[in-house]
């Protein structure tokens, strides 16, 4: 294990999340439990999951043989498109935490807004109740445009803690970002490398400060989501990449490297378009 300290935020509920953790999205459920045990011992303590990843199980499982104290962990899993609503919601969490083997989690999220179904606001109010009953310490969102956010500010009573949206240099987010810094909500980087699906790592920017800082073009990206204070959790199998993506507090990005990597921008998906989404 190494002795890097993960920075942290302060949600705007009090809670504190550290804002490098560790993704199991496609992480096969049989292996789900060794690369979870891998990502603890390496040093993660903050783990993001969803009911629909089907390995709920074998991320309790390493949590439970960890031995780590559970105050030391950041757990979040998510509230599955199919189980939005009042009990289907309450009926859907206590799955996720009979699953994990815990009593909280640290942070549930509605995984899609799903407007068509238009669900999300009764889904939101059910998840106030689940963290007013402990089961979650706090309480967000996922692939929420601002229409969502806004429509939850006006019809409910909570801001959610943070928004966890689809960020990578391709898609920056610029607006939400800008929403979520004017309103306090948090915002998470998933797919923070692209899942691979374009040359990201190629890419004269990331190559470059790569080549001048002697790391890895994935080590610069995730700097990148962390100079700009959004909280991401790349995914990987491999003890060797998940070890080199924690390592990344030995450099900075110059300021001129951070704006070269901003023109990338292109406002390019490489996953679904929260208002198409139809699972
Ligand atoms: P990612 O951007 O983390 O990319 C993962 C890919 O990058 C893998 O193919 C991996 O092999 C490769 N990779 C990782 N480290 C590398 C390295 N050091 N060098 C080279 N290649 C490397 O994509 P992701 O897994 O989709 O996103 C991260 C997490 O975000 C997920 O695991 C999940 O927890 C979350 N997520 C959430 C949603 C959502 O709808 N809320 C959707 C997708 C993912």
């Known amino acids: 294990m190494t002795t890097t300290t993960v920075p942290t935020l302060t949600l705007n509920d009090g809670q504190i999340i550290p804002q490098l953790g560790f993704g199991v999205f496609k992480v096969n459920p049989e292996q789900t439990e060794r690369i979870v045990s891998d990502a603890l011992e390496v040093g993660y303590r903050h783990i993001d999951t969803a009911a629909i990843y089907g390995n709920e199980v074998g991320v309790g499982n390493a949590i439970a043989k960890s031995g780590i104290p559970r105050d030391e962990l950041f757990i979040t ?32 999220l509605i995984h899609w807004p799903r407007a068509d179904l238009d669900r999300y606001v009764d889904s939101w109010t059910t998840m106030e109740q689940l963290k007013v009953d402990g089961k979650t310490t706090s309480i967000g969102v996922s692939n929420f445009h601002l229409s969502h956010l806004e429509r939850l500010a006006a019809e409910t009573g909570t801001v959610p803690a943070v928004d966890q949206l689809e960020l990578h240099p391709a898609l920056a987010q610029k607006q939400l970002r800008a929403y979520g810094a004017e309103h306090g909500i948090a915002i998470e980087a998933w797919g923070p490398l692209g899942q691979g699906k374009y040359p990201l790592f190629e890419m004269a920017p990331v190559a470059d400060a790569a080549a001048a800082h002697g790391v890895s073009p994935a080590q610069v990206v995730v700097r990148w989501h962390l100079h700009h204070g959004l909280i991401v959790f790349p995914k990987s199998n491999s003890r060797e990449r998940m070890a080199q993506n924690y390592d990344v507090f030995g450099f900075e990005l110059s300021a001129d490297e951070l704006a070269a990597i901003d023109t990338l921008d292109q406002g390019m998906r490489v996953g679904a378009d929260p208002d198409e989404a139809r699972f």
């Open 77 to 108: 899993t998510k509230l599955w498109n199919s189980d939005q609503g009042t009990q289907s919601a309450i009926d859907a969490m206590d799955l996720s935490l009979e699953k994990l083997q815990l009593e909280s989690v640290n942070l549930y």
